[in-house]
């Protein structure tokens, strides 16, 4: 018995009856009461009490419900007040106005970014030119060619061999009369 009330999970008083008997159910008890009718006292609260108890606790429901009730109606009264309720237009406004000016950023990026592949287009096509041939033979270089080849050097013709010459505004036949050095 003694190991049962020590191992209760329910609280257990002990209460033999007379104040000078002492059990090993007391030692193993959660509280001993000197007489049955004080364990009574102890196990069942007194009705005052329980109703200040639940008095206290309605008050303090009430409190809470009331705090909480005044909490979502302040919330919802600024919901109310908000530019989105009172003025939508407003919102749509300032939304319009945002993607304007975004319009305008991409826009502008769009245009600067046309001007610098333009610019390097430009300079592409005017370092081209510059290799250009025809651009060559219009500061008044030409082509030689002999038997079908681009000549490189004097060594590559012979006297009397016929060579084709291109300029820049055209072509013409040439007869090897002498073979010399250059600077000669």
Known sequence: MVRAIFSSKIPVISAVGHE??????DFASDVRAATPSQAAELAVPEVAELLRYLRNLRVRMQG??????????????????SV????PQKLLMEKQQRLDAAMQRLEY???EQLREKRH?????LEKLDMLNPARVLRRGYSVVEHEGK???SVKEARVG???????ADGEMQATVDHIGKAGK
């Open 20 to 25: 000078t008997d002492v059990t090993l159910a």
């Open 64 to 81: 809470a419900a009331a705090h909480s009730l005044q909490r979502k109606r302040a919330r919802l009264d600024k919901c109310c007040r």
């Open 84 to 87: 989105l309720l009172t003025h």
């Open 109 to 111: 990026r769009m245009r």
């Open 120 to 124: 390097r287009f430009e300079v592409q």
């Open 150 to 152: 681009f000549l490189h």
């Open 161 to 167: 061999g016929r060579l084709r010459l291109v300029l």
